[in-house]
């Protein structure tokens, strides 16, 4: 008899594996409560200091969802998908996250006080860090330390600095949420081929935000291509220490 942990494992190694990119969808209707869901389902998503620096804007009105596709350069899977999440990030969006979390520290009795103590100081690094880590004097300074020591690429200070270390955190939700769409049986597809300035003047972006993804939700039509799947060789993926 097959133990929970083994079924949970044996259900997940199946979805995982079933989640493609689809292009091509029929444009059927799919349930407001299933994207709901689905969308809720993603927000489960780990990110930096619980920031959540991210917004799901789900593209559901039939004329915006023309506009944003065009934008998505008229691509297979953004016209004929059924519904178009654009994920957003910025810090006014962190910002409020990290104000919303203070209050539900300060006001909730579900934490000991060495825990309240805890994320009290985590917030208190999160707001310095948003307050001073996107100031572009950082640029030039970072731009010298990247020559000597590339690993610094990615260390989020600077103007730059700060949009990646968004978009990363933004894009852990995004894959929770493909997941999401397996399992409620609809499929997806990940976009970065799009004009981020004109989808984020259609949906009234504030100033600073960035569109990490665009991701079509439809169900698969019956002549959608899949390729059989390669992946390169788990040796060269997986390096042991």
């Known amino acids: 008899m097959q133990t929970t942990a083994g079924a949970t494992w044996t259900y997940f190694q199946s979805l995982n594996a079933s989640r493609r990119s689809v292009r091509d969808f029929t444009g059927e209707s799919i349930p407001d409560n299933d994207m709901q869901e689905i969308l809720e389902a993603a927000m489960l998503a780990p990110s930096s200091a619980n920031s959540q620096p991210y917004e799901l804007h ?9 506009l944003v596709a065009k934008a998505c350069n008229s691509q297979r899977a953004a016209m004929t998908a059924t519904y178009l999440v ?7 969006i962190t910002r409020n996250a990290i104000d919303g979390q203070l209050d539900y520290i300060q006001k909730t009795d579900q934490l000991d006080e060495r825990t309240r103590a805890y994320h009290l100081k985590n917030i208190k690094t999160m707001r310095s860090f948003l307050n001073i880590g996107g100031l572009p004097v950082w640029s030039p300074l970072l731009w010298i330390i990247r020559q000597l020591m590339p690993v610094f690429t990615l260390f989020p200070l600077s103007p730059a ?3 990646q270390w968004m978009a990363r955190n933004a894009i ?3 894959q ?3 997941l999401a769409v397996a399992a409620k049986g609809y499929d997806s597809c990940p976009m970065e081929g799009f004009k981020a300035p004109a989808i984020a003047k259609i949906l009234g972006l504030s100033y600073g935000s960035v569109i990490p993804v665009v991701i079509a939700v439809g169900k698969r039509a019956n002549d959608a291509k899949i390729d059989p799947q390669w992946r390169k ?4 993926a997986i390096i042991v220490h």
Do not use: L
């Open 58 to 66: 789900w593209v559901k009105d039939p004329a915006v969802k023309s």
């Open 86 to 92: 654009v994920v957003v990030a910025s810090k006014k």
């Open 161 to 163: 600095g700060m949009r």
């Open 172 to 174: 852990y939700a995004a």
């Open 176 to 178: 929770n949420m493909m």
């Open 233 to 236: 060789p788990v040796n060269e």
